[in-house]
């Protein structure tokens, strides 16, 4: 892959479906976007423990999108369901 191709952003989707973050452990590049989509019938969140992110509620059939910009590993929740866990690590 050439550097300029490597360079640019991607896009990254997490699915939320049956009380499940797909898939639970991401990794990305700075400078990524992440979009979390929520398939359930009810809202969630996508909630880092660090607070370096927080989506507050992503309605059914919602989405919300986030631009991964400090390197790290960010293990998060949701915070309506606290069993619901996943982790962002961004390079
Ligand atoms: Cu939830």
């Not at 550097?3 to 991607?10: G, N, T």
């Not at 973050?21 to 990524?32: A, E, I, T």
């Not at 919602?62 to 631009?67: A, D, L």
């Not at 400090?70 to 998060?76: A, D, E, I, K, L």
Request: with cysteine; aromatic share 8%.
């Amino acid at each position: 892959m050439d550097a300029a191709l490597r360079a640019s952003p991607q896009t990254h989707v997490v699915v939320i479906e049956q009380m499940r973050f797909n898939p639970p452990d991401l990794v990305v590049n700075r400078g990524d976007r992440v979009v979390w989509v929520n398939k359930d019938l009810f809202p969630h969140t996508a909630t880092a423990a660090s607070t370096a992110f927080d989506s507050r509620s992503i309605a059914p059939d919602g989405s919300w999108p986030y631009v991964a910009k400090r390197p790290g590993r960010y293990p998060y929740v949701c915070m309506l369901h606290p069993t619901m866990r996943g982790t962002l690590t961004v390079r």
